[in-house]
């Protein structure tokens, strides 16, 4: 009988630990293009999802204007819509600040990658995500890109 209380606790454990580990699906509800020192709002087809993944600053993004647009359309793909998705990997946190309101700003560097197939693309970016308890923002930068943009995501309901 020990065992199998032994057995129902680490059960127990490790569906409370995997319960923790959700992703959070946030949906951009503004997104601003900084270009030459000015921010202006822009809208891109389609909504921009991203993906904040269950480790600190795993991301995914969804949406292939927006993700074409931030590569300036070098990838060549055999299948266009290798463009949908992208993952920023093998990151690594450069700063972590908080500002005046009390909002968490965490930068990193790494890569976005695109996979699809036999398609693939990657590029260095600089990501920075806004949490004040919950997500408010994020901003990301290819490396070699005067290109910066910025997304605030529709509440949670």
């Given at each position: ?5 032994k ?5 127990l454990f490790i569906s409370?630990?995997m319960?923790?580990?959700t992703?959070?699906?946030l ?10 020192e000015?921010w202006?709002t822009?809208q891109?087809?389609?909504k921009?999802v991203?993906?904040?993944l269950p ?5 995914q993004i ?5 993700l074409?647009d ?12 290798s463009y ?9 946190k450069?700063?972590a600040?908080v500002d005046?309101?009390?909002i968490l ?11 699809s197939?036999d398609?693939?693309?990657?590029t260095f ?7 004040k308890?919950?997500?408010?923002g994020?901003?990301m930068?290819?490396k070699n890109n005067n290109?910066?943009y910025?997304f605030?995501f529709?509440?949670?309901?």
């Amino acid at each position: 009988m020990k065992k199998y209380y032994k057995m129902l606790l680490c059960l127990l454990f490790i569906s409370f630990c995997m319960a923790q580990q959700t992703t959070e699906n946030l949906y951009v509800d503004k997104a601003w293009v900084n270009e030459n020192e000015e921010w202006d709002t822009f809208q891109y087809s389609g909504k921009i999802v991203i993906s904040i993944l269950p480790e600190e600053g795993n991301i995914q993004i969804t949406n292939y204007d927006f993700l074409r647009d931030f590569t300036n359309g070098k990838a060549k793909f055999s299948n266009k819509l290798s463009y949908t998705s992208a993952n920023f990997e093998n990151k690594r946190k450069i700063s972590a600040t908080v500002d005046k309101q009390g909002i968490l700003c965490s930068t990193y560097e790494g890569i976005l990658v695109f996979q699809s197939g036999d398609d693939y693309y990657s590029t260095f970016a600089t990501i920075t995500i806004l949490k004040k308890g919950y997500v408010v923002g994020l901003k990301m930068q290819e490396k070699n890109n005067n290109k910066e943009y910025a997304f605030s995501f529709k509440p949670n309901s």
